[in-house]
Every structure is written in structure tokens, then in C-alpha cells.
């Protein structure tokens, strides 16, 4: 046709197509649950903006999600009659990645296709999976709102380019037409596609359809007849009782929310009733995204208002430093047409984020307390992960602050590894008979904090030192004065008072060294001037000849290292 165009891919879409095609083909199965929950994605759209405009449902109010074949044409088709997309929103949801983070990850590619492919999944799969299996995919659709003359039919090898063109689409929705690639005609099967589909997408809440089979019984052998029957539960995961759901499910559902292609640490699902009624399902993941320190990166949580969808990234359900947290949150109290706006004044929205952050909380205890070591472990990967941002709690969350000041983890002169492992809990139980306080030591490196000159004297005294080297940790430690009753404080701050450690003998060898060394001190603080406050004789040192410390009320000079490179 004569408005057909040929648009090229974004340079990124053409790497991760070919990473998608070689990478995952013996996942290859996973295209059917990617394409399956763009539907559902896509019906959830169009049930939320129907809210406040119930004309775009055209009198089809019953979304559903068709897959159906074709042996002749060796063709797959998915439709739905969801939200649709408009010629612009397909060149740019089709041909583009909007994700932040997308430069960085390509930069990771190794080559090595079994590390790329468990990059991929921390990336997302998505649309482009299709092309495992197809070599060209067809997609025709008409938004939801536009004309039957209004709808798109785009259309792609998966290579460099695609085309699009106007043309009459008689419903709304999507569908999507893979074209298989030679070898893959054993997904032309009823019974294929319908395992396929239940093994990952039963959790999908909108029926999906397929025709049913018949046995014909002159042809002895199955038929396709033209009636169509569901094939999955089509109920809203979260509102089914536990007991119902297998792990697989919790686990294929939490694909389908988070958009994350591996597993998930750990969940919890729980229906809360009271003084605000409403059901939660929060997943852990088991890998930090590559956004996860982009500010304007949408939180994980959906809000579904009694099974109704109603946003993305309703970030006031959680706090900010719970922003890796995944899953649904659905309320009975909330009004259908809740805006943002409400959400941020609302006293429901309170009461959920306080129940869903406890539930966090409580699932992140769980592991870091168990004695079983897999759940151990689990609590390692996630503070290696996350641990950094859950830092950010200490200075965000004063109501949880003691929870958790528990679940952080350390390295420390005790274990001298780089590994986190140290609870302050077990600093504690370690302190030296007559130590009052717990000690640590800020730098900008493990080295450098390992290295310190500040810790000679704790070495030597066989007294534990926190080595805090991350870059939240001077921060969060304005926050968090005290652990258990006893005071935190820095090595490298004023007169080190290693109170009752130092015992009478060394007390006396000390004043008589000051006395003796009392001209000298003069002499350099003259020299010195206003450059520095003051000139003590240290007995912190053992090996270095002399160090720089800040007074007990000042900034350490690493924090002020840190300010100035903010541009403070
Ligand atoms: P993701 O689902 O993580 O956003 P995908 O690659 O799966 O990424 O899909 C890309 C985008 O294409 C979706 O965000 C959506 O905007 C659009 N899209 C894909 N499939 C459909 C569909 N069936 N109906 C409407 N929009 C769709
Ligand atoms: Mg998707």
C-alpha cells in the first residue's frame, strides 16, 4: 500500500533482539507467557481508563485474551480487546526501550551466551521474545477511543527495520501474529499451547480462549470446532485462598507483575482485615534491577481497587527505601476513581503502608534470623542487592528505625572481608569486658578503611571496628546514634575515650609521655596556626607517626569529601 513505511529499530531493540534469539532459545516456551501478559497489561489499561469513560468500551465489556493457530499458515495469533495502541505508541513502545539503564546493560554483554541470557531476564524479555520462535511477526491493533479506519498493522523480521501502515480493524484490542520459524511446528497444537499456557499464565485474571477440540469421529482424530473454551482459573491470583496456589503460580505470577524474568527471593500474601480491609501479595526480588538507583524509576507496587486495576506505581503503598519491593496491593475501601492525589491524603493509603512495611520488614526477619541456611543465604543475596537502600530506612523510617537497625549488616575488623555479614547484634556480643560503645571507621574504600591508622589502637586492644564503606553510611549514621543502648561513634572523632580499656598502668606511661612531650606540641601548634584546631599527643597510633581526626562535633572528613563532591 502506498502508506506502508519502513521505520528502523533503535540500535539497542537490534542487540537485544539478536541477544533474545540466540540467548533464550531453550527457554523458548517463555514467548507465550510474554505475549500473554501484554494482554492482560493492555485489558488492565483499558478497565482503568474506562473508569472515567465508559464509552471506550464500545458495548464489549468482556475482556479476554484469544490464542488461536493456524497449521496452514504455520501462524500463532494472540488478540485481546484491551487497551490497543495508536500508530504513535506502536513506533514507540515497538521500536524503542524507554527503560532507563539500557546503555549500561548493553555495555555488560559479555558474548558468553549463558551469562547474556541471565542478563536478559534481569532486563526484562517482553514483546520481542516472540522472535525466538517467529521470523516475522505481525501486529495489528486499534486503541481503544480511534476509528475502525484508525488502527495500525505493523510488521517485522526482527532485524533491522519494520514497517507500518494504516489499515480497517473491525475491534478494538491487539492481536499478535508470529510466523513461525521452520522447525517450530510442534507449537501448532491445541494441546501445546494449552500446557504452555497453564503452566505459565494460569495465574492470568482474564479468561484466555482457545477452540475447543472435538473427535471427529469419520476423520479419527481431534478437530478444531469454533467454540471456545477458557483455559486458565481467570481469577485474580491474590484473591484465591493460599492453599490453593502452588509455588510455580506465586512464582509465574511474579513474573508477570515485575516484568523480571528470574525468580523471586521470597513473598507473602496475606489478607488484612480491620480498620482498613485489603489484600497484599509483596514479593522480594531476587536481583536489583538496573534502575534501581534512578530517581524517577516507578515503584513495584500495583493498586487494584476490588480486583479493578487501577496504577503502576502507586509509590505512596510503600515507602521510598522499600522501593524494590514487587506484587499488588488490592483494597476494598478505596474509591474506584482514586487519584493520585487522594492516594497521598488518604488514611486507608496510611494504614496500608504502615500493615505492607511491617509485612516487609517481617519477611526480611524471617530470613535473617533463621537457622536454616538456605534462608541465611537468601538474607545474604538480598543484602548484597539491596542492602544499601534499606540503609536509607534509618533515616526515612523513625517508627521502624530499631527493626531496622537489626537487619543491617557490616564488614568489620572481626571478619577483615569485604562480605557484609556483621549484625551489630553481633558486635554486641562481642565487646570487650569495660567497652561501652561500638566503634567504626568511614572511608571511601575497603582498603582505606582497613588500612586506617585510626584502628592501630583497637587492633592492638583486640577491640572490634565497623568498616563502613558505602557511600549512605555517613548519612544513615546521623541518624542512628545508638544500637542497644550503646552509643555509636567514630574512631577518627575527637578524644578517643577507650574508657575503662585503658587500664591504670597505661594511664600513667600516657600523662607522662604528654608531659614530656609538651614543648614539642606548642611549637606545632605555632607552626600551624589556624590550620589546624589543635595538636595532641595521640597513643591511638602504633605503627603511623601522626594522624588527622575531626572534633566530636564536626563532620568527618569523609562526609566532608563526600559534600564537596556533591558540590555542597
Ligand atoms: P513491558 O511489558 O515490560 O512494558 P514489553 O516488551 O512486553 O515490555 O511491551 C512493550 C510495550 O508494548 C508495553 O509496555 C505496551 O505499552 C506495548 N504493548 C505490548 N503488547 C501490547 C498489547 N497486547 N496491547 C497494548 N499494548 C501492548
Ligand atoms: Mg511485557
Known sequence: ADNKETLGFQAEVKQLLQL??????SNKEIFLRELVSN????????????????????????LAITVSFDKAARTITIADNGIGMSRDEVISHLGTIAKSGTKEFFGKLSGDQQKDAALVGQFGVGFYSGFIVADRITVETRRAGLAANEAVRWESAGEGDYS????EKATRGTS??????????????TWKL????TKYSDHISLPIRMAKEDWDDEKKENVVSDELETINQASALWARSKSDITPEQYEEFYKHVSHDFGAPLTYTHNRVEGRSEYTQLLYIPAKAPFDLWDRNKRGGIKLYVKRVFIMDDAEQLMPTYLR???GVIDSADLPLNVSREILQESRDVKAIREGSTKRVLGMLEELANAEEQDKKDKYTTFWNEFGQVLKEGIGEDFANKERLARLLRFSSTHTDSTEQTVALADYVSR????????YYVTADSFTAAKNSPHLEIFRKKGVEVLLLTDRVDEWMLSFLNDFDGKELVSVAKGGLDLGTLEDEAEKKEHEETEAQYKDLVTKMKDALGDKAKDVRVTFRLTDSPACLVADENELSGNLLRMLKAAGQ
Open 164 to 167: 507500518i501502515e494504516p489499515i
Open 20 to 25: 533474545m534469539i540466540h540467548s533464550l532459545y
Open 194 to 197: 494449552k500446557s504452555i499456557i
Open 324 to 326: 524494590f519491593v514487587k
Open 39 to 62: 494482554a492482560s497489561d493492555a485489558a488492565d489499561k483499558l478497565r482503568f481508563e474506562a473508569i472515567n469513560n465508559d464509552a471506550l468500551y464500545c458495548d464489549d465489556h468482556e
Open 176 to 189: 499478535i501474529i508470529l510466523h513461525l520459524r521452520e522447525g517450530e511446528d510442534e507449537l501448532l497444537s
Open 431 to 438: 565487646m570487650k569486658e569495660g567497652q561501652a560503645k561500638i
